[in-house]
């Protein structure tokens, strides 16, 4: 099993910035994708943004060039960069990531975490 954390939720004005972070544990070995999802009140989760262990990156259109993912492999975290933020992005973020044994792929979730962009 994989264990996901996130930190780095809270309350911001349009135009603020947060970082988000996503830590991993248990068993962590074969981790390869790691990404960011959001959900908002009467919506569908949608993907926000993904990286490979490789460093190849992903985006969703409504958050291009103000979100930034990164990853430490070193410390299994991924983060989440967001600048010039909109009321629109508030919504519940999940770290997911996904781990391959084989030809089996496992997919984890974090537990989410809170993010209000208001005045």
């Known amino acids: 099993q994989v264990q996901l954390v996130e930190s780095g939720g809270g309350l911001v004005q349009p135009g603020g910035s947060l970082r988000l972070s996503c830590a991993a544990s248990g068993s962590i070995f074969n981790i390869n994708n790691m990404g960011w999802y959001r959900q908002a009140p009467g919506k569908e989760r949608e993907l926000v943004a993904a990286i490979t262990s490789g460093g190849s990156t992903t985006y969703a259109d409504s958050v291009k060039g103000r979100f930034t993912i990164s990853r430490d492999n070193a410390k299994n975290t991924v983060y989440l960069q967001m600048n010039s933020l909109k009321p629109e992005d508030t919504a519940v973020y999940y770290c997911?990531?996904?781990?391959?044994?084989?030809?089996?792929?496992?997919?984890?979730w974090g537990q989410g975490t809170q993010v209000t962009v208001s005045s």
């Open positions: 997911k990531v996904r781990r391959t044994m084989g030809i089996i792929l496992d997919y984890y």
